[in-house]
């Protein structure tokens, strides 16, 4: 494999890391440098038959479009940030272009993937609410985060694009409305905070808020008709069934039938890790990607530039 890198920000330096950790060489081309230096090293990219978009996102789709010819590409989500761009990207024939919704890896994801295994039903009802502080850093005003030129719907397309494909990944979504987002901060001018309302063909209904500006936290909250799936921070527990009564014949708060002890910042890690060897694993076998697993990337991203 000659593997090349664009970009080198935070997501880029954790994707070397795990490279540096499987002994894989890779270029690191940093587009931010002067024009003689990029045409120079763009050349060097070109010569990569493996290739790790990791740039802002608003760069997706003009990258994949200059490299995209018999190279396997991991690009981040979301792959567009217009509804021209991505209809452009339906229309490359390629079946070695992954996009990186890591969050499929995730703990969680595991298990509403294995929810018929603990007899949960059907959803109800689910509330997602995650939140940190990049906005109160003093260097937030100079990320591309918060430029809404380069990052037009903030917050909404970086962060709350993973729970929608969460969702999106594991069910089906039927009515999305249109999201309120705010700059709560008063820092730059893209949006820190959003939040937005789903209803699935089930008619159950999700609501999904995340924000750069406020403490940490993970809060996600799924009701079924006959258990619950709940994340807090740094526990995830299974219960059920719905038919719990004491002697006297009320309801009682249904048994925990499964708990895991999580770290959000290592569920994040061990997640990306986990994406990036699907990734490479079908570069080694130079096999092609599953196109329903395509199909409902470009589902989630269409879910955040649609137009109400």
Known sequence: MRVGLIG??????????????KNINFFLYKPNRPNYFNLYEFEKVKKCNV??????????????????KGRYIFC????????????????????????????????ISEILEKK????????????????????????????????????PKGVYELVSVHFLDLINFHFDIEVIKKPKLINHSGVGNSFDTSSVELMLKNKAFINISSTYSSPLSVRLFFLFDNGIVEQQDNEISVSGPAMNLDSKGFFKIPKKIKIVKIDEKTDHENSLK??????????????????????KSFESNFLILRKN
Request: net charge positive.
């Open 116 to 151: 018929n295994k603990y007899k949960l039903g059907k959803l109800i009802y689910a509330n997602i609410i995650v939140a940190h502080g990049l906005a109160l850093k003093r260097n937030y005003k100079k990320n591309w985060r918060s430029d809404f030129k380069k990052c």
């Open 51 to 68: 290739i790790f978009i990791l740039t802002p996102n608003k760069t997706h789709c003009e990258y994949i479009k200059k490299l995209k």
């Open 274 to 295: 986990k994406s990036v060897n699907f990734f490479l694993n079908h570069v080694k076998e130079n096999k092609a990607f599953n196109r329903k697993l395509v199909k």
């Open 8 to 21: 080198d920000g935070v997501q880029s330096k954790r994707i070397q890391k795990i490279l540096k950790k």
């Open 76 to 107: 981040e989500k979301p792959p567009a940030s217009s509804l021209k761009e991505l209809n452009n990207l339906k229309k490359i024939n390629s079946n070695k272009i992954y996009y990186n919704y890591n969050y499929r890896f995730s703990i």
